[in-house]
């Protein structure tokens, strides 16, 4: 099969089996811009694959069917590997199709993105905003952004892409009707919100936990404050352009000791999937285990302030039938905070992710609620 053929079936694949509901391509002109910038012209030709132990490097001049399969597979490639870390990569073209549509771009808008990567999006958006639109890129790897544009050049493409912090927006070409990010952030960057129209969108992946990112979809108000709903989960490499805060050792205090505990099933909870419920109560959360230990079935809960808890019963016991012993130590009472966090939610009916959400004060407090902006989950600062 050709790359175009591959290239159309990925597309049609796409319609059939959206992202979480959220597509594009089933529009006549998002289709086109998609043809017009196939994913195939924004993969180099040396990408990487992980083989259990570490990253991989391949060569299209040596795998020519390895490559073409890899680029119109419905996967994420990963482009570029620093000290044995992915730093770059083309996105998974499904997910890329959900984040587009989320943005619900028209022709004749401006808009901002942080992290060009290969230039995909960025060719993606300028073809659908039509001539009278504005795309703008930031990259904070300069190398990169040049690669970009030219790639994006080779389709007909001219969005403008610049080397720099994209969490400080661009504020010489500000205001934007939509601004987007192809990379996670710990906190959505007011320069994003403060050079966004009121009534614009903020469309990025926040940072929850090291194992869960969500995509929020947040309306700016004339007041400077933004909201709105969460639009799926997903996964995306950290902001480049700031350092990661280090993640603090476990505390060493007395353990906060509790016994015959009977609801909180977080070995159920992982089995499900559900963990996400804890992590959007208890940002950092971290779950390991469970284990065997000490002839126990045993659990840890962690987050960065130190915090931690070690829960477990007897080696193929019951974890809710009040068998459960637990040691919470640190500042926060992790499981206590866990068992409330699933307490609230089974009461409020198991409300799915999308029913949760970000507000952005301001003051550049963010506020995670369920349902509605008024029921706080949690505060981050």
């Known amino acids: ?9 990925l597309t049609d694949r796409i319609v059939v089996e959206p992202h ?3 597509t594009v391509l089933d529009d006549p002109a998002w289709r086109k811009a998609w043809n017009v910038a196939p994913r195939a012209a924004f993969v180099p030709d040396v990408w990487f694959t992980w083989d259990g132990r570490q990253y991989i490097r391949h060569d ?3 795998e020519p069917g390895e490559w073409t399969a890899a680029v119109e597979a ?3 490639v990963i482009t570029q590997v620093d000290g044995g870390v992915p730093s770059c990569s083309n996105s998974t073209p499904s997910l890329v199709a959900a984040m587009l549509d989320a943005l619900d771009l028209k022709p004749g808008m401006r808009v901002f993105e942080s992290g060009a990567g290969t230039g995909w999006t960025s060719a993606l958006m300028y073809h659908r905003l039509a001539q009278d639109g504005i795309a703008v890129s930031v990259e904070y790897d300069r190398q990169l952004a040049k690669e970009a544009l030219n790639r994006a050049f080779d389709v007909g493409a001219y969005p403008v892409v610049r080397a720099g912090d994209g969490t400080a927006g661009a504020p010489d070409m500000a205001p934007f009707d939509r601004v987007s990010a192809t990379h996670s952030v710990n906190r959505i960057p007011a320069a994003w919100i403060e050079q966004t129209r009121p009534g614009g969108l903020v ?7 090291t194992s869960l990112d969500v995509l929020v979809r947040l309306v700016v108000a004339d007041d400077g404050s933004a909201s ?3 639009a799926f989960p997903l996964a995306f490499m950290a902001d480049r352009a700031h350092s990661v805060p280090a993640v603090s050792s476990w505390a060493e205090d007395e353990p906060r000791r509790t016994k015959g505990l009977g609801f909180l099933d977080v070995p159920r909870i992982l089995l499900e999937r559900r963990l996400w419920v804890l992590q959007l109560a208890i940002p950092g959360l971290t779950v390991t285990g469970p284990a065997v230990e000490d002839g126990d079935d045993t659990l840890w809960l962690s987050a960065s302030d130190g915090s931690w808890a070690v829960a477990w019963v007897p080696q193929g016991g019951s974890w809710t039938r009040g068998e459960t012993t637990v040691d919470q130590y640190g500042p926060r009472s992790l499981w206590s905070l866990a068992e ?3 307490l609230a939610w089974n009461e409020a009916g198991q409300p799915g992710m999308v029913e949760y959400g970000l507000s952005v004060g301001a003051d550049s407090v963010h506020s995670l609620w369920m349902k509605t902006p008024d029921n706080v989950v ?3 600062g």
């Not at 099969?1 to 079936?9: G, R, V, Y």
């Not at 469309?203 to 936990?209: E, G, Q």
Request: no cysteine.
């Open 228 to 230: 709105g709903q969460i």
């Open 20 to 22: 979480w509901g959220w």
């Open 203 to 209: 469309v990025a992946p926040l940072r929850i936990a």
């Open 340 to 342: 409330a966090a699933w």
């Open 1 to 9: 099969m050709t790359a175009e053929h591959l290239h159309a079936s």
């Open 74 to 76: 419905d996967e994420p």
């Open 60 to 62: 299209r001049v040596a």
């Open 378 to 380: 949690v505060v981050l």
